[in-house]
């Protein structure tokens, strides 16, 4: 095998895609060309850096919700005839030609189901505004003021901003990545927002004192869930779009871990 | 609080009352097709680069998904994609009519490839946002290939479906994406505009 040869399995060899017979021959070739090989190490870091540090974009939860909702309930003739109300021309080979008209159409429904659909309530005031915030940061990419995964640089900042020092638990261990946190207001005060990830899902805990040790409580608004507890004199708030399963082991260990600190 | 630009935000989708049961079309593409909502995303994210395109072809990729779904054979996440591409194609045809001269395959062959790797920096040392901005930067036909590989762990079989050429092209189109990507990056970096503190 040519040194030409060999680096032109490289990619192939690194990515698992390069047959047993051949992966053999050029480890072979490896071991004995210290040229190469520091060229395929290169070419696994340049895989690895990737894999770790490229975005992996997660779905804003009220896209999801939103298409979810677009998504005909009824048997397929009554989405046929949905879709050729929604297009003049009628032609299922054409319609998705028309991607304006359509976007256009499915906004009109959501925003018709929306109007329909919308029930504010006083007395969910908080869940609301917790939500918004995660959307809104969601929406704006920006969810959160201080980025770091260090529990030690995301409590004194926050703590430096506000009249108290909320707690920041180390998950990393059971899989929830701190990213960062940030400040926000809520319920007409300035609260801590710490950020969770777990794989593409964002997790917003939203943390401020409160007086009164008002019961657990859990709801899913709008594909979002939502979880309430209080520890300790502080109150939580975390909402994501996480699934429910993930997202109470999530409430759980910070309760615990929480009340540790 | 703006609370009421919010509740146009926070739309209240339930999506189907509860005394109605979901039709079994609409369960099962839920079932199977919507598990990959993300992946889904994710691609249209890196194939438009911003974030309200990506939101309109995924919407119209997922409704088109359901309107195929009896055509749906093997998996589906791969399949999605494929929709999710294919829309795109159409999607940026009409409303980024400039940005098709990236399909030129033409293009593909004239980037030069030497024998010898790429003097590549430490790629463990690659700042994240410039790492998100070479790729980003990636001519289209090599950003696929490079996110559906390395974000989407699909072999070149899957890759070779979903982009509609054969194994042998989705290799060269990853060798070349790394190749570019690490000759963008082998600059000297500048690793001072990184906030994030590991």
């Known amino acids: 095998m040519t040194n030409e040869e060999a680096n032109r399995l490289l990619n192939a060899y690194i990515d698992g895609e390069l047959d047993p017979a051949k992966s053999l021959e050029l480890e072979a070739h490896l071991a004995e060309n210290p040229s190469v090989r520091a060229a395929c190490e290169r070419l696994r870091e340049m895989s690895a850096a990737i894999r770790d540090k490229a975005d992996y974009h997660a779905t804003p939860a009220w896209l999801e919700a939103r298409v979810r909702a677009a998504i005909p309930a009824g048997p397929e003739n009554v989405s046929a005839r949905w879709w050729r109300w929604l297009t003049p021309v009628g032609a299922v080979a054409t319609d998705w030609l028309r991607p304006a008209a359509s976007f256009a159409a499915v906004a009109l429904v959501t925003w018709v189901v929306a109007l329909g659909t919308m029930r504010p309530g006083e007395d969910e005031r908080i869940t609301q505004e917790v939500l918004a915030s995660h959307v809104r940061a969601t929406l704006s990419n920006r969810s959160y003021d201080v980025a770091s995964s260090d529990q030690h640089t995301v409590k004194p900042w926050l703590s430096a901003r506000l009249a108290f020092s909320p707690p920041v638990a180390d998950l990393s261990a059971s899989g929830f990545e701190l990213v960062g946190g940030r400040l926000d207001y809520i319920g007409s005060q300035p609260v801590a927002v710490l950020v969770y990830k777990r794989r593409a899902h964002l997790i917003d805990v939203f943390v401020w004192p409160i007086e009164t040790q008002k019961s657990e409580q859990m709801s899913t608004r709008d594909g979002f869930n939502i979880e309430h507890f209080a520890k300790n004199g502080m109150g939580f708030w975390v909402v994501s779009d996480l699934n429910r399963n993930e997202l109470d082991d999530f409430a759980r260990l910070l309760a615990e871990q929480g009340a540790a600190l | ?198």
């Open chain 2, 1 to 198: 609080m703006t609370l009421a630009a919010d509740s146009v935000l926070l739309h209240h989708t339930d999506p189907v009352p509860l005394h109605k049961p979901l039709s079994e079309p609409k369960r099962r593409f839920e079932q199977l097709v919507l598990l990959h909502f993300d992946a889904a995303y994710n691609l249209a994210r890196w194939l438009t680069r911003n974030d309200h395109d990506a939101q309109d072809v995924v919407q119209e990729a997922v409704l088109r998904a359901f309107r195929f779904f009896d055509g749906l054979r093997g998996e589906a996440r791969p399949w999605l994609l494929s929709i999710v591409r294919n829309t795109f194609l159409t999607w940026v045809q009409i409303n980024r009519p400039a940005d098709t001269v990236e399909f030129d395959d033409a293009l593909v062959e004239i980037i030069p490839t030497d024998d010898d790797g790429p003097e590549i920096q430490a790629a463990r040392n690659f700042d994240r946002k410039m790492l998100n901005e070479a790729i980003a930067a990636l001519p289209l036909l090599f950003r696929e290939a490079l996110i559906l590989r390395e974000l989407e762990d699909l072999s070149y079989k899957d890759i070779a479906r979903i982009t509609d050429v054969p194994i042998g092209t989705v290799m060269s189109r990853l060798a070349r994406a790394r190749r570019l990507l690490a000759e963008s990056l082998g600059a000297p970096s500048n690793i001072s505009g990184t906030q994030v503190h590991k």
